[in-house]
């Protein structure tokens, strides 16, 4: 293999690329902007600095976040201190400091759109805005709104999620989470160097129901609109269908990041699942395996995701003792010390999904506290297979 074009300069793309390149195999990457915002916090994990310690070790600017406040209607709030901090970028200073560590590496950026891909013999002819390319091997990593339908996910709207938000001229030390009523999704409010990135995501609702929704957040907590700009994008929230015929490679080509449907479905984290993908994408490259990429994926984390997928709606919709189970939430995290450590590692990107539930058991004891854990349980977390 001679060449190998990566189609996408985000997270993914560039952490793929960065890696081929490093090996010493000829790396082109393609992207229309190369660096931009998007709608999100842009929150990196303990899970992801500790797996790759150059997202904490750099002069990017960032913010580090140990507080966070979660709140749902009628309930109040809850505060949670973070033994291990949310890293917090900028999605354009991250994608570009993700660039320029695949470029010192050896890739080379080209600005352009890639407007369709045709498969010749064992490469590809790509068409550009600037003439043709040719390449042996394809990494997609277009995002979400990839318009190359012959490679990666297959999205149907159920699939999907709005994410849409303001950039707001403010500071603040803590993140905020804020759970809504009858509302597949949730309020953030994520301190950035420089800015607030204030947003919602959510299913099942228009972009103009949630934008109100947001707005109304906004204007009771008084965050002001005046010189905030607006962004909406659209993220994958694969439904568990959508993961069973979920498409992340195919001949002579592997998909990365949102381009794979790679996204948590109950908290929207995609930056750990893109990084971690275009690393893995790479290695099966390098070892002249890809065949084997889809059984990384899965195996690593995605079989956990297709899990969540099933959990998501009862999450955040599905009700216990007569009221909604983020209200729940937030009432056992203001009594449990115990339930607080489970949402540590769940902010930490440490706690599987598929052992939540003997996870709780093993924790809860006292005879009336595992019969209400256990309906709790039955109503909010089936047993994993």
């Known amino acids: 293999m001679k060449t190998?074009?990566?189609?996408?300069?985000?997270?993914?793309?560039?952490?793929?690329?960065?890696?081929?390149?490093?090996?010493?195999?000829?790396?082109?990457?393609?992207?229309?902007?190369?660096a931009w915002e998007k709608p999100c916090g842009g929150g990196l994990t303990y899970k992801a600095y500790s797996e790759y310690p150059y997202l904490l070790g750099n002069d990017t600017p960032k913010r580090l976040v140990h507080e966070t406040v979660i709140g749902a209607d009628k309930a109040g709030e809850a505060k949670l201190m973070l033994d291990h901090p949310l890293v917090i970028y900028s999605r354009m200073d991250l994608n570009r400091m993700l660039l320029e560590r695949a470029e010192r590496a050896g890739a080379a950026l080209e600005k352009t759109r890639i407007l369709g891909i045709e498969r010749r013999g064992q490469g590809w002819t790509l068409q550009t805005k600037h003439g043709a390319a040719e390449a042996d091997f394809l990494i997609v990593a277009t995002g979400a709104r990839n318009s190359l339908r012959s490679v990666g996910t297959e999205y149907r709207a159920a699939d999907t999620m709005s994410a849409l938000g303001y950039y707001v001229p403010a500071q603040q030390e803590r993140i905020d989470l804020q759970f809504l009523d009858k509302l597949e999704g949730y309020i953030w409010v994520f301190p950035r160097a420089g800015h607030l990135s204030v947003g919602i995501c959510g299913k099942g609702e228009s972009a103009q129901a949630l934008r109100a929704r947001l707005e109304r957040y906004m204007e009771e907590r008084s965050i002001p609109l005046k010189g905030a700009a607006f962004y909406s994008h659209m993220l994958p929230s694969l439904e568990t269908a959508g993961w069973k015929r979920n498409r992340v490679s195919g001949d002579g080509w592997l998909a990365v990041g949102d381009a794979a449907g790679l996204v948590d479905p109950i908290t929207g984290e995609g930056l750990f699942y893109a990084i971690r993908s275009g690393d893995l994408a790479s290695r099966a490259v390098l070892g002249g395996n890809p065949a084997g990429y889809r059984d990384a994926v899965y195996r690593e984390f995605a079989e956990d995701l297709e899990f969540a997928a099933m959990l998501a709606r009862r999450v955040f919709v599905g009700k216990f003792l007569f009221r909604t189970v983020p209200q729940r939430m937030v009432q056992f995290m203001r009594r449990s010390p115990r339930?607080?450590?489970?949402?540590?590692?769940?902010?930490?990107?440490?706690?599987?999904?598929?052992?939540?539930?003997?996870?709780?058991?093993?924790?809860?004891?006292?005879?009336?506290?595992?019969?209400?854990?256990?309906?709790?349980?039955?109503?909010?977390?089936?047993q994993y297979r």
Not at 5 to 33: I, N, Y
Not at 352 to 357: D, M, N, Q
Request: avoid cysteine; glycine fraction near 12%.
């Open 4 to 34: 190998v074009a990566v189609l996408g300069g985000g997270p993914a793309g560039a952490s793929a690329a960065e890696r081929l390149a490093r090996a010493g195999l000829k790396t082109l990457v393609f992207d229309e902007k190369l």
């Open 339 to 382: 339930f607080r450590g489970l949402m540590q590692d769940l902010f930490a990107g440490t706690q599987p999904y598929s052992e939540l539930r003997g996870r709780l058991l093993r924790n809860l004891n006292g005879t009336l506290q595992e019969v209400m854990i256990q309906f709790f349980l039955d109503r909010v977390i089936p």
